[in-house]
């Protein structure tokens, strides 16, 4: 797993400053979390880094108590330096993978 970069971006009710805050102490603490985005008016929180997606939502999901809906989920391998970009999975409702 260690030459796999995740790039996930995920739904979550942040609709108040205090909530923005909390999210953010949350990614920051999360230490496979490299970096992250809060888009506060789209409901939406990318995160990147070297993790497994499922895990992080569901650190995610204990420590906020809302529910996080994965949007999307892009893999990144790293070969010899370069990023090489897999095909999209999107998760559906019933938790199944698609290819996008």
């Known amino acids: 797993m260690s030459g796999q970069i995740f790039c996930m971006v995920m739904r979550i009710n942040v609709d108040c400053n205090a909530c923005c805050r909390k999210m953010r102490r949350v990614l920051l603490n999360i230490k496979e979390v490299e970096t992250h985005l809060i888009e506060k008016q ?6 990147c880094g ?4 499922a895990d992080v939502a569901i ?3 204990k420590k906020m108590n809302r529910r996080v809906e994965i949007l ?3 893999e990144f391998s790293m070969n010899d330096g370069s990023a090489e970009q897999q095909p999209d999975q999107v998760m559906d ?4 993978q698609q290819h996008a």
């Open 93 to 96: 409702n019933t938790g199944q």
């Open 50 to 53: 070297r993790f497994q997606p």
């Open 42 to 47: 789209h409901l939406r929180v990318s995160a």
């Open 59 to 61: 650190k995610i999901r």
């Open 72 to 74: 999307e989920i892009q």
